[in-house]
């Protein structure tokens, strides 16, 4: 990754249905890094990597967007960009006590992927044993906190003591751990579910999928949100205990954020009220400038951030 | 195993309401390896080992059967059996130009558990491609004949040049490969699904799930039926291309016999229709005799059977 400058006029070509946009907040997620993996992607072939952003419309060639709308979705990692209106999510209506950089995290992507792993692919209950890894992430402290509204019992692990601290003092999850001093993750998963897991949100892959096997429960569930602990690795980890998804009747399953758009304004009612009375938080962790996006991104792999991982590019 | 003789009396215990079975046919299926495993299983404490059979009634406590009652169900591997009527899957009514011992195969739990693979967990769609590994055993030959049934094109793996022909010859395949005759796996599924495989039917696990998770289409299922290269592995082999289940929005979904016994009569109707008009057919290895059972059990884990394992206790 390189900063490049260049210049552009502030106005969507003549004809042109694009819309032209000034980034605010750029979100660094994990999936990004798969995106890079292309050979000729499209989301790399403008020279700006592609990514979930919260921007302001410049100009619009399209009817449904005009100047001055604040709007979330797909934009590219740069100071203005210029897009298809289809790669707007939504425009954003709901501005007042939350903070704008939210539409990068709970009030955006990694919130309806939190809420349709969850719900939809998980088909979690009432009461149900949850486990979540990566849990102090963008997606992971919503799993909890969500599993938690729905009466779980939910663990979370993370990489830290501090995130592990915020896990169970913040997010109001039953039990935490930092997988990095467990020597034995089959074992820790034992101490903390006796009687197993009904539901695993995957984020992680590998080590932690292998000890998670051992312990579902009979017809558990694995939403499969991301597995990053292998995106970097030229040889992934072998996972030995599949024959449990047979003995166990388990169900896995990966999802991708763009199959549930229609979940979002359903998403977006429950979400917000939660958060006016003030029983989901939500942690970020936000770093300044184009210049240092990189160093962000890249310490998404290493466990760097403290919660949520956003870019602000530009003050509104 | 080892063979124990005794004495029974050849009536249900006064006052009991279990059912006095002889038993014909004992079928041999990779699921019975894994009861084994069980240090307390209930299946083993009375010495002889559970398993699917053909029997007939010789005398009962329950009122839902009689003397001369011809049933399938969870019977013993010995000449007869004691059993709950619960264990009792159905009476045999069609006996009319089918093989008693097809009761424990297409007429049975592999029957029911090809149909409830493919249709209900694996949802599979007319036209679709569908991988089945272990293509010519008891589940196999069946899944591979309904997803031709269903106008899909259907490849199957397997482990002999003669039961790769019984794949093409006999079963309609479109294609089938020998897997011990393949160095690469995965350029052997490149080779028979450039546009990749919608519906894998997982009956071995380990190194072909591994080059099957490379080849999968978005959105691909993947009913797992059994793992059974895995069973007799004190380390089980690593799968490592599991991100695939992120990437491609796999759903992969282990899944029981029993919970699908009700689909049983639909099943059923739908099968014999079939049969009767010859456009399934049914392979069996029939070997003779109790004191022949453990060597044809065994001989499912090296692939030593060419066709449905069956073994034949004692003619009707």
Redesign the interface.
Known sequence: MEIVEGTITLKVPEGSKEVLLKNLYLSCDPFMR?LMNKPQGTETSSGAIGGFGVSKVIDSGSPDYKYGDLVWGLTKWEEYSLVPSSQIISKIQHTDGVPLSYYTGILGMPGVTAYAGLFEVGSLQKGERVFVSAASGAVGQLVGQFAKLTDCYVVGSAGSKDKVDLLKNKFGFDEGFNYKEEPDLNAALKRYFPEGIDVYF?NV?GKT?DAVLLNMRVQGRIP????IS??NLT??????????????????????FF?YVNLYPKFLEFVLSHLKEGKIVYVEDIAEGLENGPAALVGLFSGRNFGKQVLLVAPE
């Open positions: 798969n995957e892959g999928l499969a949100c991301g597995m292998q995106y040889q992934p980890e072998g996972v030995t205990n599949l024959a449990n998804i047979v003995y166990k009747k388990i169900r896995m399953q990966g999802f991708h199959d």
